[in-house]
Structures are given as C-alpha cells and as structure tokens.
C-alpha cells in the first residue's frame, strides 16, 4: 500500500529502477522512452500524494538506515521540500518529452547514458527535497552535482570538457570544502543535524552564537549550486550541455536544489530569529543584493541567447538567497514562491532557447531577427515566460517580488526595495527586447546589418517551427506560469508553517 | 586444544608453513592456486577471529605455551583483529587478481618466488599487527620487509628502475628497524620486559631520558617504515615500479599495519602517562601529518604518471591518519582506524584498476589512459568510483572517513585543523579529476604506443577489483562494521592509555 | 674531573656503539658505492648488536631460576622471573625487580629468607620486601594480599621448608595450594648467597643474547638480499654508483622510453 511515507522512499527508488530499465533497453530507443515517461508519471503521481499529505498537515517521513550513529539516512517532507518535490518531477516529466524531440532532432549520440544519467538526477533531486536532515541533504546533494556531471559534458569536445572541469570544479570544491565543514561544525555544536522547526542553532545559542555568521558563510558560498556570486562560474559554463540539460538541471533541479537547500538551512538549522537577533545574515543580503545586479548587467551584453538565460538565472537565484538572508517571514515567502515562479518561468525560456536551435540552429541573440514570425508560438512562450521572470502580473512571477518587497520593507532595507525594482527593470531590458526584436525586426541579411522595425507580418501558412515535441513543452509551462497566478493565495497558505503560522 | 584456542596464532602459522611449499610446485598455474588457497584460508581465520574478539574480548595466545611476559603472546584486541581482517581480506583479494598482471609482469620461472614471497610478506605483516611481543615485532616487520624489497624488485623485468627503487627502499627500511629495535632495547633496558602489556604497567610513572630516548628512536623507527612526511621518500618510486599486484597488495597493507603498529606503541605502551606522548602529538604528528597532506597531495597533482601519483597521494593519506591520532581523543582514533580500513579499500581498488590498465596498455603513464571510457569500460569506472571515494564524496568509504575526521577536529576544537582536511580533499579532487578527465573526455589513441584494442580487462582482475569497488561503496552506507568496530576499538585503547 | 673521566670510561660500550652506528650511518649517505652502502647498513645494526649485549650485563644480577614446571607454566602471570636488567645508569644495584602483575598474580621468591620468612610470618615479610622495594634494594617480587593467606598456611604445614605461593587468580587458588608449596629453595639460597656476600658478579643475561642472535639473522638476510640488488642493478645498468644510476634513471624519466632491464 502506499503510504505517503512510503510515496517519498519510492520518489527516491523509482527513477533508478527506471534507470536500470533504460539501460537495459539501450537498443530500443522507443521503449527506452517509454520507459522514461512511465517513470516521470509514476514520479509525479507519488509526489503529488507526498504534497496532498503534507497540505493536510502530515509531515511524513522514511528511513531508510543509519550510516552513522546518529546520522540516518532519513526523509521527511515539510511544505518547502514537497513543494520542490512536486515541482521538479513535474517539470521532469514535461522535460522528458521536451528531451525526447531535442534528441532525435538533433541525432544526438550517447542518448541512452543521457536519459539514464537524467534518472540519477532527479532521484538525487528528490532526496535533496525530501532530506530530513543535513546529512542526507549533502549526501543527495553530491549525487546530484556527481550524476549530472555526464551531462553537462554530453557533446564530449574540447568545449565540454572545460565546461565541465569547472562545472564539477566549482560545485565539488564548495561542497566539499564549505559546505561539509559547516555541516559537521553545526553536527559538533548541536549533535543533530535533524532539520527542525525553530532552528537547531538557534537552541544553542551559547555554544553556535559567536559563529553563526562564520556558519552563515560557510553555507551560503558552500552551497555552489545556489550560484551566490563568487561562486557561479558553474552555471554558464554548464551551458556547453544540450538544451533539456540546461533547461531542466541548470534552470530547475540543480540551481533550485542550490536555493532550496538555502532557504532550508536558513529556515530549520539557523531559524530566522536567530539570524534576526544575531544581524549575521546583513552581510549576505547585500551579497545577494550585489549578485542580483551583477548578474544581470553581464546577461545584458550576452549575445549568446543560453548564456544571457544563464546570468539571468543566477541573478534571479540570488533573489531567493536575499529572501532566505532577509530573515524575515515575508522573505523567506518570497524566496520559497520565487523557486516555484522561476522554475516556470525559465524552463519556458530554456526550452524556447532549445526549441529554436532544434529548428534553425541558432544560438546568437542578433541571428534571430525576425525569427518570430518563423515561429510565433515558440517565440509567444518566450515571451509568456519572460514576463513571468521580469515580475508582472497576471504571471506567477510577480508574487515572489511582492513578497520580497514587503519582506524588505519588514527588515527595514528600503535600498533593497530599489535594488529590486532597478533589477526587474533591467529584466525588462534583457529578456524581453529578444521577443521584441524576433518579431518585430528583419533578419540579418548576409554582410549587412538589417535594422529598424517594420517588414512582413506572420506569414501563418508557412511557419517553421520546431517539432511538436519541442514545442508543446514550452508552451504547457507558459499556461503553468499563468495558472499559478491565480493560485498564489493557495501556494502560500501552504508555504505558511515554513515560517510558523498556519 | 581446540581450534578456538588455536585460533590467534593461524593467521602467522599457516601462510607462514604453507609458503615455502609454493616453490615446490611445477612452474605454471599451481602456485598461484595454491597461494590463492592459503589466503582465502588465513582470511576465513582472520574473520574467526574477529567474531571471537567481538563478542568475548580480548583474546591471549601463549606461544609455546610459555606465559608472557616471558614468553611471546599473541594478544588480539578489536584494534588488531581489524587490521587483521584487513590485511588478510586485502590478501584474498590480491592473489586471484595477481594471476594475469603476473603472467604479464613476472618471468614464468619466479612466478613461484613470486606467490612464496608474496604469501611470506602477508605472514609478516600479520605477525606484526597480532603479536603482542616488541621485539616479535620487529622480527614480524623485517620478514613482511625482506620478501616486499623481492616482490619491488621483480618489477625490474618491465622497469629496471624497480631494482634501484627496491635497494632505496632496503636502506631506508633497514636504518627505520634498526631505529626501531634500539627503541625497543632502550626500553627494555628500562623495564626488563617486552610484553607490550607489561611494558605498559612498567613504564607507568616512569620519567627517564633512557625511555624518552626509547620514545624517540621507535617513532623515527615506525615513521620510516609508514613513510611519515618527510621520510615518505623510498615510498613514490617503489610503489611506481614495483609489479601492479603487489603495489595494489603494498599500498594497501604495508603503511596501514606501520600506522597500527604507531598506534600501538603510542597508546597501548607508552600511554598518557608518558610524557613525552602529548608533545609528540602537538609536535611531530599534528605538524607532519598537515604537512604530508598538502605537500604529498600538491606533488601527486603534477605526475604523469598514475602509479606515481597515487603513491604520493598515499603519503597524503598516511597524513590524515596521523592527524586523527594527533587529536588524542576517542573520535580522532576511531577516526584513523576507519581511515586506515578505508583508504586500503580505495587505494587497493585504484591500484588494482592501474594494474589492468598496465595489462592493456602496457604502461602506467597517464596517456595511457586517454579515452579508456571507450576502451575498458569497467576499469575505468572502478577507477572513477575508487577516485571519488579518495576524493571523499558521500556513499563511498572515503566520506565515512572525512566525516569521523572532521567530526573529531572539531571535536576536540582544532577546527583549523578541519578546513585543512577538506582543502586537502579538493587537491584530491585536483589528481583524481585530472586522470578522470582524461578517461573519460579524451579520445582514445589511434597511433602511437598508447593504442589499446577495446578489450576490458579479464575477468579474472575484474571481479577482484569490483569486490574492493563494492567494498568502498557498502561501507560507506553501512558503517556497522567499520565504524563501530573501529569506535570500540578505540575506546579499548585509549582506556589502556589512560586517558582523563 | 674524575667524576667526569670515571662517567666517560665506565661506559666505554656505549661509546662504541655510539661511534660504530654513526660511522655506520654515514657511509650509507655518503658513500654513492651500493654495496659500501651495504656495509655501511651492517656496521650500523652491529653497533645494535653491541648495544643489546650492553645491556644484558648485569652487576650482581642472577639468573632466574624455576622449579616446578607447573609452578611456572601453571600461572597465566604468575612468573616470577627475575631476569636483571638493571642498567647501570639507571639503576645499579638492582639486581633483581619486581614483577607488578596486575594486582592478583604473586610471586614469592625471596632473599631475606633468614630474617623474614623464617619468622613464619609473611605478612612481617611482605611489609620487608615492600620496603625493601623502595629502597631499590636486591628484592625479588612482592605478595599480594591474597597470597598471603595460602603462603601462611603452606609455611605452616611445611614446617622449615621455605615455600612461596604463587597466586593466579582466586579461583585457581585452591586447586595449586599444594603444587606451589615447594618452591624457591636454591633460587632463595643462590640470591642470599650473592647477596650476602658483597661481591660485584656480573652476569649475562640471556634474552638480550637471544634477541641479538635474532637481530644478526635478519641483518644477515638483509645483506644478502642488499648485494643480491647490487648484482642485479650491476647487470641491468652496468655500475652501482648511485649518482650514475641516478643520472640514468633520469634519462629514463624524462629523455623518452624506459629501456628495458637487462633480464
């Protein structure tokens, strides 16, 4: 019978039986797909019940056995953890198919190591989601960076080897040279490592107080994949991976297992009170605050269309840093929507990147001029799902921003109001002027540079567009973005024990 | 007599009479059965053991019946029984797998010299870990010596740099146990014993130079033979060009028992009592340990060679080791003695993965390696799993130990001393990703003397290999058997030292 | 300056084995010739093989002796030997020492056999031989309270015979009162002797001897095995000076392909 107890030990099973399967069908790519997407329905099924329990106020959990005395291999999931779990093997699923149509239109090699290793992935993912303490996190965590290593380096060239050198560079020496000190600092100061309501730091404040923003640091520059500047040369340089890679890893279950294990820490080892009392997150607010900016005016003069999404995307991660740093209970609302918000959100974008290079292989930003009218749906979703990100409404990423802003306006830093708002209009600058050009401006003809609005309309008879495998993908996460508008009141309702009410 | 009371002293009796029998056989494939045969027997014995010492305590064998401390006992403690389970278990791994590397590496009519030497270097190195007699130490460690300087210089056949590699490593192994035996003389002076035990209740509340000079010469001694940073130097070239097998077999083993025997002499005779014993820990093993952590590990990042590198990054290794016992704490102990387990798993299964490579390719040069994802698969990824678990990343051995590690620098409040280990870890990462790298991301070669048929190695060495493999992976989820092991040991032991 | 002159020579072993093992160890690093590094290796242990020999010298120290098989072998600690290893410097006139065996294992050998156990009265002995302890005098072994009793009642049945129990643990007590009761009559006698009469003997004890012997066989396989490795590097390279070898090892290394050895 499955219990969501046991749901959650299955989400963490499942994809590697379905690992194997695929595996075993190496020779026959239609049933290795199939295999690929029973497991991402079956995934989502499982943690939809995870999620329906939590919201019923379960908090259930698994154990599978204790490594070390005291140190389990233990899950538990908490609204924050099966939010993401819903999330990531939601979008799996709808990347699955994305992958499907990447794949075979561009005849990639390798393909049956790609889907496996994609298991591995999002097997780590969940654990990383459903971790009931840091020791299981950090375990899922290393998996994760380890699994999608195979990835990122896929195309096997000179190009993908120093992406991934420094892809698994980076991630690798945070982790461990941060991140586990931190954890085994925390495990000596508190004897758990059990995420726990309140805080565990926070109910030793004797022993944890002098060091918390020492412990803070550590942490936040620990925990890579959260791309809090320095530490995100990873992200664009794991650009080198196909397009579900980047889409799927770098935009959903990489980063948000980066952003998501902050916000956890922040909200379960630290407390927000105890950030509040001890001021030890300022200094890392500002950090972010600075990562916000930075990020953005880099991803401004990229012309490479999955580069400029990368910086777009650690500048947007940083916002759920600055809300988890914030240490206030808005805050931490807005960091935790923000991973819902901009998983959508920049997965349509990833997947319009994807979709364009399947159709005309083109990755330059200037190239795509007046491709728009070649292929007005792909180019409507980039559009959908850059408003999303920019912040306006009726998208579903105009509700973290809100809550951010009140949250900054709680913890009395009107100049983060500012960075904010200056962010989102730099958004604005970035991301939608690519849409805009698409449609509204000529091609560049060979050897001159065609300029100015005007020209043809959409000439709807004669679209190129990308296969329909590459193209629906996008489009169903574009609706996901407006849907989940107008669920924003459910979404925090079920966020609000995070930070102690409901 | 039962066999139950016989048990301590087979692990030594048995290969020890069985080996020279080795010589007698026809040229060929019998010797090696045989030798296989007699470690998987020493090692059911050594796992007969473990049980006895694990469930009814400390076990005492009187040799010839002659009750120490006059007579030599062999006395078996969970410190040693692990060593032993180690060093044996290494064993019936290593000799199935030696067969083909062998066949390859050696002359056919040493080959028996070979498994005889091998088997007797095995005797020595368990003589030296169950007994509990000083001197028999010393008589154990240069018997599993004198067969190691052979087994080196059997690599001349491929590498005639085996043979000066090999003699390097005589001077520096005689000069480390003559060291060692003028320790024990000085001490014996002092006492009037060479029962450990005895050694122990004697030299409490004594304060001489005669024993501190005793203290002196045995670390000096034991340092040479583990290749404490700086005397690692005999330790690079003699694992490089010693044959494949028995660099798997040595780095496995012979360094792991020199630590335990340091542990020994450390807690078991000297104790806290002495002295001397808490400015050694802050002065010599803290330091040196540090030292060969980054020192070693930074020279392994720049080898071409992948024997080589591994070998220094042993010498990293030995360094967390030291470090843990420099803590002098429970948790700094246990942690050494899961790190010595450990480490033999994951530096045996890498060297174990070279040793096929050099049977394919011919050459342990990291060129040899370009492209071997395509080549030998199953190699490559032994070597992957083994690498990452050097490195320290969860699920494997290698995080256990980081862990135990970490958790007791911070413990015992040498947190300095915690972000050094995982800054060493990540010039692990540095060696062991620059090898994977090149596996797994380089093209194979087409020309040249690098080119291999794509043709994994015999099954013969990759079942061994993937044993050590699925070792480093099942005891890093399931600590049971190392850990607690290694945390009862270590209470046992620092309760010997008197700790307070 | 006498004392000075006195410390200097009355350790002249020591001296010897000092200049011998640092003769020794310089020739092994400083000589480049591999087979004067062998010799060098074995001038360095003989100076050990001196030094234990050194140290198996006792003044007034006498052999220990057992009666009893069973007395001996019996006990899992109750030995009672009395190998000497006084040295000089550190203590002298020890001629014997005390067995500490754990708390519950005794031994009762004994010198002040007229004075102590004469009286009959072990416990008067005990106090002696804890004294004499003290004082570092010539004293073999001391009775743990348990013994005592058992010792008491041997004494008594024995009537003149000097007797010693020997304690293993309380359990086996009873069963050895009887086999014990025989003990110690000519050790007692021959420790007496010595100690009475003031003579200085120097007696050799035998284990150091044994552990040398053990020594010089490995230092023998040592060498043989060290020469064994010069004549094979001299066919494989031709020379066995160190910095030639080194200096073709070194074209190996990094001037290409590694020849093969000569074999």
């Not at chain 3, 390279?237 to 000076?241: C, F, K, Q």
């Given at each position: 019978m499955i219990t969501p107890g046991n749901a959650i030990a299955f989400t963490i099973a499942l994809p590697l039986v379905g690992c194997l399967i695929i595996w075993l069908l190496d020779k026959k790519p239609n049933l290795r797909e199939a295999a690929t997407l029973a497991t991402g329905w079956l995934l989502l099924i499982l943690s939809v019940i995870v999620f329906m329990a939590v919201g019923e106020g379960h908090r259930p959990g698994y154990q599978f056995f204790e490594v070390i005395d005291g140190l389990p291999l233990a899950f538990r999931a908490e609204p924050l953890g099966a939010m993401f779990g819903v999330i990531a093997s939601g979008l799996w699923l709808v990347n699955s198919v994305y992958s499907i149509g990447y794949m075979r239109g561009g005849n990639e090699k390798h393909q049956t190591r790609f889907y496996m290793s994609f298991a591995v992935a999002i097997s780590a993912a969940m654990g990383v989601a459903y971790s009931a303490n840091l020791f299981t996190l950090f375990i899922f965590y290393e998996v994760l960076t380890l699994s999608t290593f195979p990835l990122v380096t896929h195309k096997g060239d000179a190009n993908a080897a120093r992406g991934g050198r420094v892809y698994l560079g980076v991630l690798m020496a945070t982790s461990i040279g941060l991140l586990l000190p931190a954890i085994v600092w925390t495990y000596a100061i508190t004897e758990t490592t059990d995420f726990t309501v309140g805080g565990i730091l926070a109910m030793h404040v004797d022993a944890a107080g002098p060091i918390v923003g020492v412990l803070l640091g550590l942490y936040a520059f620990g925990?890579?994949?959260?791309?809090?500047m320095p530490m995100h040369p990873w992200l664009p340089n794991a650009m080198v991976a196909p397009t579900p890679v980047s889409a799927f890893?770098?935009?959903?279950a990489v980063v948000k297992a980066g952003v998501f294990s902050i916000l956890k820490i922040v909200v379960y080892i630290f407390g927000i009170d105890l950030l509040k009392d001890t001021g030890a997150s300022i200094p890392f607010m500002w950090i972010a605050a600075i990562s916000i900016l930075l990020a953005s005016a880099i991803a401004m003069h990229k012309d490479n269309l999955k580069a400029r999404l990368a910086y777009s995307t650690v500048s947007q991660l940083s916002y759920v840093t600055l809300g988890a740093m914030l240490a206030t209970s808005m805050g931490v609302m807005g960091g935790a929507t923000q991973i819902a918000a901009h998983a959508l959100g920049k997965m349509t974008l990833f997947m319009c990147a994807g979709a364009i290079y399947v159709a005309h292989?083109?990755?330059?930003i200037s190239e795509m001029r007046g491709l728009g009218r070649k292929m007005p749906w792909t180019f409507g979703a980039f559009f959908i799902g850059a408003m999303s990100i920019i912040g306006l409404?009726?998208?579903?990423?105009s509700w973290p921003k809100f809550f951010l802003m009140l949250g900054a306006a709680d913890a009395g830093q009107l100049a983060i109001i500012i960075i904010l708002m200056i962010s989102s209009i730099m958004n604005v600058v970035y991301l939608l002027s690519i849409p805009v050009q698409a449609f509204y401006m000529n091609p560049a003809e060979e050897g001159e540079k065609a300029q100015g609005a005007g020209g043809k309309g959409i000439d709807w008879g004669n679209l190129s567009e990308a296969p329909i495998l590459c193209l629906a993908p996008p489009l169903f996460t574009a609706a996901g973005a407006f849907v989940l508008f107008f669920l924003a009141d459910d979404l925090h309702t079920y966020l609000l024990p995070l930070i102690g009410g409901g | 007599m039962n066999m139950i009371a016989q048990l301590p002293v087979l692990p030594v009796i048995v290969p020890l009479v069985l080996a020279p029998i080795t010589l007698l056989l026809?040229?060929?494939r019998a010797p090696h059965l045989y030798a296989t045969f007699v470690s998987w027997a020493t090692f059911a014995a050594c796992i007969f053991l473990l049980r006895e010492v694990a469930e009814a305590g400390v076990l005492s064998y009187h040799l010839g019946d002659w009750a120490p401390p006059l007579g030599i006992e062999y006395r078996v403690d969970l410190a040693n029984a692990l060593v032993l389970v180690l060093v044996s278990g290494i064993a019936a791994v290593v000799f199935p797998f030696a067969y083909r590397s062998v066949q390859l590496e050696i002359d056919k009519h040493q080959s028996p010299f070979f498994y005889g030497a091998l088997l007797i270097c095995m005797t020595g190195l368990l003589g030296v870990t169950i007994t509990g007699d000083a001197f028999n130490v010393f008589v154990f460690l240069e018997i599993s010596s004198l067969s190691t300087y052979a087994l080196i210089a059997m690599g001349a056949r491929r590498d005639r740099r085996a043979l000066t590699a090999s003699f390097n490593y005589l001077v520096m192994g005689t000069i480390g146990a003559t060291f060692f035996v003028i320790g024990i003389g000085l001490l014996y002076q002092a006492?009037?014993?060479?029962n450990m035990a005895d050694l122990h209740d004697r030299l409490a509340g004594q304060n001489s130079r005669v024993i501190d000079a005793g203290f002196a010469f045995i670390l000096v001694g034991i340092g040479l033979k583990l290749a404490m940073f700086p005397m690692h130097l005999w330790l690079p070239n003699a694992y490089t060009y010693a044959p494949s097998a028995v660099s798997a077999f040595l780095a496995a083993t012979a360094t792991k028992v020199a630590v335990y025997v340091l542990i020994r002499f450390l807690f078991?005779?000297?104790?806290?009592?002495?002295?001397?014993l808490g400015a050694a820990f802050t002065w010599v093993l803290l330091p040196l340990g540090l030292a060969g952590m980054f020192v070693a590990s930074l020279v392994a990042v720049f080898q071409e060679d992948v024997k080589r590198m591994l070998a220094y990054s042993s010498v990293g290794q030995i360094g967390y080791m030291l470090l843990g016992l420099s803590f002098a704490t429970v948790e700094g102990v246990s942690a050494s003695l899961v790190h010595v387990v450990n480490h033999a798993l994951m530096k045996g299964a890498l060297f174990m993965a070279v040793a096929c490579v050099v049977l394919r390719a011919?050459?342990?040069?990291?060129?040899?390696?370009?492209?071997l994802s395509k080549r030998m698969p199953y190699t490559t990824w032994a070597f992957l799993i083994s690498g990452l678990s050097l490195i320290g990343v969860p699920l494997t051995v290698g995080f256990v130990s980081k862990w135990y590690l970490l958790t007791a620098a911070f413990a015992a409040g040498h947190w300095y001393a915690g972000f050094l280990i995982v800054a060493s870890s990540l010039i692990a990462l540095l060696y062991i990703g620059r090898v994977a790298e090149v596996m797994l991301l380089r093209e194979p070669a087409?020309?040249?003397?690098?080119v291999i048929a794509k043709q994994d190695a015999p099954l013969s060495m990759l079942i061994p290999m993937w044993i050590l493999v699925a070792a480093n992976i099942y005891f890093g989820v399931n600590t049971d058997l190392t850990g607690d092991l290694a945390r009862r040991a270590a209470e046992a032991l620092m309760l010997t030292a008197g700790a307070g | 300056m006498d004392g000075w002159v006195e410390f200097a020579l009355g350790r002249y072993n020591y001296w010897i084995v000092i200049v011998l093992m640092m003769t020794g160890l310089y020739i092994v690093f400083a000589r480049g010739n591999l087979v004067k590094k062998v010799v060098g290796l074995n001038i360095f242990q003989t100076s050990v093989f001196i030094f234990y020999i050194t140290i198996g010298k006792i003044t007034g120290g006498t052999a220990p002796i057992y009666w009893k098989k069973d007395v001996y072998y019996g006990g899992?600690?109750?030995?009672?030997?009395?190998?000497?290893?006084?040295s000089e410097d550190a203590h002298?006139?020890?001629a014997t020492h005390e067995v500490?065996?754990?708390?519950e294992a005794s031994t009762?050998?004994?010198?002040k056999i007229d004075n102590d156990l004469a009286t009959n009265d072990l416990k008067a002995a005990l106090e002696n031989v804890e004294a004499d302890h003290a004082n570092e005098t010539t004293t073999l072994h001391e009775a743990p309270e348990g013994a005592e009793k058992i010792a008491n009642d041997a004494l008594a049945a024995s009537g003149d015979k000097i007797e010693s129990s020997f304690k293993v643990d309380k359990d086996a007590l009873e069963a050895m009162k009887d086999t014990h009761a025989e003990a110690g009559a000519d050790a007692a006698a021959h420790g007496a002797a010595y100690a009475e009469s003031g003579l200085q003997y120097v007696y050799s004890n035998p284990l150091p001897h044994v552990l040398i012997l053990t020594a010089i066989v490995v230092g023998v396989a040592t060498t043989a095995v060290g020469l064994a490795l010069a004549v094979r590097i001299r066919e494989a390279?031709?020379?066995?000076?160190e910095d030639e070898l080194v200096a073709m090892d070194n074209v190996a290394e990094f001037g290409g392909e590694a020849e093969a050895a000569a074999s």
């Open positions: 925990i890579g994949k959260a791309a809090l890893l770098h935009a959903v292989h083109k990755t330059l409404p009726p998208l579903a990423g | 026809p040229k060929g006492t009037g014993t060479l078991t005779v000297f104790g806290f009592d002495f002295a001397f011919g050459s342990h040069s990291i060129h040899a390696f370009a492209g087409t020309e040249g003397k690098y | 899992d600690h109750g030995d009672g030997h009395g190998d000497g290893h006084s002298d006139a020890n500490a065996d754990h708390g009762s050998l004994h010198d390279y031709g020379t066995i000076e």
